[in-house]
């Protein structure tokens, strides 16, 4: 069965400085990875995600992953972060091909990155 | 366009009481999910949507829990006999054809608790 473990729960850093948020997933299959954000009384919002091709993903907000597959890993970056950016920072992954074939995602425990001045 | 939108935003209600959670998806887009998110639990998966039918219910905690869907649109969750554990804020979703490489757009949440 496939799983999602984000091995910060909490990840503290000040404005401009850069972060990495991590994300290793388990599967004995192929595996599609997302990246969401969760800002604070909204729902989440796609970052990024990989399907194929270049293991570097750019997304949205200055925001870029990189796909390790021996690793099992799709950490996420930001060379700079601003206060704007403090939210809850979910990993996913869909299986293929999966028992259903469904597209749900499974997520990980979420990372809350909190930006201070 | 409008995005995914859920009603209520809140509810609270009396443990044994049955509650009705109401999801608009992003018009065109057939595939649905139903997620929940709790303090312990984290994100999970209950119930994916193609049109009207489930082909996939495996996150449905116990019975007490059903959903449907109308019109290829609206999706109601339902929760009998609710207990404190269903606490949490309920998540829908929709994405265009249920594909896995596809993105899911997230309303903004039901928050249930349950005393």
């Known amino acids: 069965a496939q799983s999602v473990t984000q091995l910060d729960s909490q990840v503290p850093v000040f404005e401009e400085a850069p972060v990495e948020l991590r994300c290793n997933y388990s599967s004995s299959v192929s595996v599609y990875l997302f990246w969401y954000v969760q800002y604070p009384n909204q729902g989440l919002q796609l970052l990024l995600k990989y399907l194929s091709g270049s293991t570097l993903v750019k997304g949205i907000n200055g925001f870029e992953a990189e796909f390790n597959k021996s690793q099992t890993s799709f950490h996420l970056r930001k060379p700079s972060v601003h206060i704007s950016d403090t939210a809850e920072y979910f990993c996913?992954?869909?299986?293929?091909?999966?028992?259903?074939?469904?597209?749900?995602?499974?997520f990980g425990q979420g990372t809350t990155l909190q930006v201070k001045p | 366009g409008a995005g995914v939108s859920q009603s209520p935003s809140n509810k609270v209600t009396e443990k044994g009481k049955d509650v009705e959670l109401r999801c608009d998806p992003i018009s065109g887009h057939t595939a649905l999910y139903w997620y929940r998110q709790s303090l312990g639990q984290g994100l999970e998966f209950l119930i994916y949507f193609q049109g009207n039918s489930a082909p996939d219910k495996s996150g449905l905690p116990s019975d007490r829990f059903s959903a449907e869907r109308t019109g290829g649109s609206v999706s109601t969750l339902t929760i009998q006999r609710t207990q404190q554990e269903d606490s949490a804020v309920y998540l829908c979703?929709?994405?265009?054809?249920?594909?896995?490489?596809?993105?899911?757009?997230f309303g903004p949440g039901t928050r249930l608790l349950v005393l």
């Open positions: 996913a992954v869909s299986e293929f091909p999966g028992t259903s074939n469904t597209g749900k995602l499974i």
């Open positions: 979703a929709s994405s265009l054809g249920g594909r896995l490489q596809e993105t899911q757009y």
